[in-house]
């Protein structure tokens, strides 16, 4: 019978049916951080539980690391002792953990592929929403609550009802300066921000299937700003050749097999979606946020929406998103002030989105008005960056250079807004309050598209300052 | 299993797990004492602008039952949320609709998720705000959410629902009942068995 990759993934991972109706379900990776995992160990340890399969359990530290010198203790008390919790508990429970002084240290989206751990067929949990990245390697991958991350500990496993899955066809070909976070900001205005509930996405068609592992990364990062809680791409060649020497990845004739194997659980030609649609790549243009949830987004060249253009069921909504942005309706998005430029997190802090970003900012100085902050995603993003030359461009042009970490998404260590700052970002969410400040402000774009705003001090099309880069 | 009393409405869409506990209220190994700043930033916010909110309002104090809109609980999978809202004093939620991380992490600490009609939110929700002292009922065995003289219909998961009246939302030892199937699962997969050569 033909059949999805979800299916298949499911089916292996199957270990009974429960009484419920639910499927009990195989964990094959489980990652963990410093955030979710504490209450987790602590309700293991009153009920006298071991890790289950410590061997497939990896840590590390990412969101409440300061990125600006790390030396321990940490000077904030309450980072500090997450820190020292999680040391702890991986002590205690055999867990491997990538830390401070581990060359592998990053964010945990950023190092589970780097590392090879994130491979074809799997089905991986970590205590945290952006674990859909995993998807973009054929993973069926999901975020979970510390009560889940407890049971996976506990049992490597989650009683889990099965997903349907819709197929997204990106279509055509991007024009240059249009990003994998461009396509996916426009499939999450297309299908809003809960029209994923119950769903895997399954991403495909040609522009997918060009792009690189990086963008399948940042396309899959997202699905769960669509509601989708989890997301992916069919492995392929571009799947293998990403693996292939990885540190956790099979070797020598192992990886061949191994590769055999992933091929075949991808979705079968003709097999059967609970939905598709179809989206025109071509018509893509760089993408940016006016409101105050992932789907409220317009091409740079347009205008923001008012109440008056949307359904009624909208109206308060966009009002309410307006009024917090302080935009006007109608207005252009390009042309808005920018105070902070942000690049990094997992999303889009790997090292290709640096290296689009330096494409923008070479030889160019940031706005004086504009704070510009360079987060690699992980140690090794950092380290690769620095061998090309990149920090060099980012440190001339007015960026700090910072040390790896979730940084600004998302406000839990120093990098913060203040008070009603605007800040260009190339971070997944752009909720009241996500960046630090409960009255700060966030634009989500693609990480040139931060550059070319950083640059001009205001929201602008990166694809001008491309072409200028090239004529001259 | 029937939930009783009075009820908080909490109203629009897409209300993200941020908002319900913002994230600086994370930086801690427990989750103690995250009751006192559930949905901060907008309590502070409301009060600035010299406007009560509802977890504010006198009527709110001691209701065991939150009325949300469409998309209650999306974005980060912080399970803080859901706690946050139970310590809170929160039994029950009846909403248009749920973000599936939300469900699960409310579910695993005994909290249903009840989805009913918009236009039936929407009575619900004008009949609390008109008389904030009005008792909703959560009855999961007839999957009914009665307010007066009132009933709407209610659905949850099977699944879930099943688990709410057999008290076993805790699935930690139900998915450990069984580790020898969780072993011989785990044998059986290729990747965990190093992609082992074919038998000869």
Redesign the interface.
């Known amino acids: 019978m033909r059949s999805t990759l979800l299916r298949k993934v499911w089916d292996?991972?199957?270990?009974?049916r429960?009484?419920?109706?639910?499927t009990?379900l195989?964990i094959?990776l489980h990652l963990v951080h410093e955030?979710?995992s504490?209450?987790a160990f602590?309700m293991l340890r009153l009920?006298g539980?071991r890790v289950?399969?410590p061997d497939?359990t990896f840590a590390t530290v990412d969101?409440?690391v300061p990125t600006d010198g790390q030396p321990r203790p940490f000077a904030?008390e309450?980072?500090e002792?997450?820190m020292a919790?999680l040391e702890r508990n991986c002590r205690e429970f055999g867990v491997p953990l990538f830390d401070l002084s581990s060359d592998d240290q990053g964010i945990v989206h950023v190092i589970g592929p780097e590392l090879g751990l994130t491979?074809p067929?799997?089905t991986i949990a970590c205590?945290?929403?952006h674990t859909s990245t995993h998807g973009a390697f054929g993973a069926v991958a999901?975020?979970?609550?510390?009560?889940?991350v407890?049971?996976v500990l506990?049992?490597?496993?989650?009683?889990m009802?099965p997903l349907k899955v819709r197929r997204i066809i990106v279509d055509g070909a991007l024009d240059p300066g249009v990003y994998a976070k461009d396509v996916i900001l426009a499939i999450i205005r297309r299908l809003g921000?809960?029209g994923g509930?119950?769903f895997a996405y399954e991403y495909a068609g040609p522009v997918i299937e060009r792009m690189t592992m990086d963008e399948r990364m940042t396309v899959c990062n997202m699905s769960?700003?669509g509601?989708a809680?989890a997301g992916y791409v069919n492995p392929d060649e571009t799947t293998v050749g990403y693996l292939r020497g990885r540190r956790f990845a099979?070797a020598g004739?192992?990886?061949d097999?191994?590769a055999a194997?992933w091929r075949s659980i991808a979705s079968d030609p003709g097999a059967a979606y609970d939905d598709e649609v179809r989206v025109d790549g071509t018509a893509v243009r760089p993408m940016v946020t006016w409101g105050t949830?992932p789907g409220q987004s317009a091409g740079v060249d347009e205008r923001v929406p008012g109440p008056a253009d949307v359904a009624d069921?909208?109206r308060?909504?966009v009002a309410?998103a307006l009024a917090y942005m302080d935009l006007e309706p109608g207005s252009r998005i390009a042309g808005t002030k920018v105070n902070v430029a942000f690049i990094g997190s997992c999303t889009n802090g790997r090292l290709s989105d640096l290296q689009e970003a330096a494409r923008v900012v070479r030889g160019r100085r940031i706005a004086a008005h504009v704070r510009g902050l360079v987060v690699p995603g992980s140690r090794r993003v950092r380290d690769a960056a620095e061998r090309e030359g990149l920090h060099e461009v980012f440190l001339e042009a007015g960026f700090e250079w910072r040390q790896a970490g979730c940084s600004m998404c998302?406000?839990?260590n120093p990098d913060r807004l203040e008070g009603r700052e605007l800040c260009a970002s190339s971070s997944n969410?752009n909720?009241?309050?996500?960046q630090?400040s409960?009255?700060g402000r966030t634009l989500l774009m693609s990480p040139a598209m931060v550059a070319a705003a950083a640059v001009a001090g205001e929201v602008t099309d990166v694809r001008l300052l491309l072409s200028r880069s090239e004529a001259s | 299993m029937t939930i009783t009393g009075r009820a908080v409405v909490l109203r629009?869409?897409?209300v993200?797990t941020?908002?319900i506990m913002?994230?600086?209220f994370?930086?801690?190994?427990?989750?103690d004492g995250l009751e006192a700043h559930v949905f901060e930033?907008d309590r502070?916010?409301a009060a600035a602008a010299g406007a009560s909110h509802p977890f504010d309002a006198p009527a709110g104090g001691g209701a065991r039952v939150l009325l949300v809109n469409?998309?209650f609980g999306?974005?980060?999978?912080?399970?803080h949320a859901?706690q946050a809202l139970a310590r809170w004093g929160v039994q029950a939620i009846v909403g248009e609709?749920f973000?599936?991380?939300f469900f699960?992490?409310a579910t695993?600490?005994g909290v249903p998720c009840a989805c009913a009609r918009p236009e039936d939110v929407r009575e619900m929700m004008a009949i609390v705000e008109r008389d904030p002292g009005a008792l909703v009922a959560v009855d999961l065995e007839r999957m009914a959410i009665r307010i007066a003289d009132r009933e709407y219909v209610g659905t949850l998961?099977?699944?879930a629902r099943?688990?709410f009246l057999a008290g076993t939302w805790?699935?930690?030892a139900?998915?450990?009942a069984?580790?020898d199937?969780?072993r011989a699962?785990?044998a059986?997969?290729?990747?965990?068995a190093?992609?082992?050569?074919p038998r000869a």
């Open positions: 292996l991972h199957t270990v009974r429960l009484p419920s109706g639910q009990q195989l094959g955030v979710t504490p209450q602590d009920r539980r289950a399969f497939r969101h409440i904030d309450l980072a002792q997450m919790a491979q067929g799997m205590g945290d929403s999901f975020g979970i609550g510390t009560s889940q407890r049971d506990a049992s490597q496993c989650l009683a009802e921000v809960q509930v119950g769960i700003e509601g809680r099979p004739e192992a990886f097999r191994a194997w949830n069921a909208d308060a909504a309410d998302l406000a839990m969410r909720f009241k309050g996500r630090g409960p009255t | 629009g869409d897409d993200d941020d908002r913002p994230a600086r994370l930086r801690a190994v427990s989750f930033d502070r916010a469409r998309n999306c974005g980060s999978s912080r399970e859901p609709s973000a599936e991380i699960s992490n695993a600490l998961p099977a699944a099943q688990a805790d699935a930690t139900l998915l450990t069984e580790f199937a969780v699962a785990a059986r997969l290729p990747y965990i190093g992609f082992p050569p």
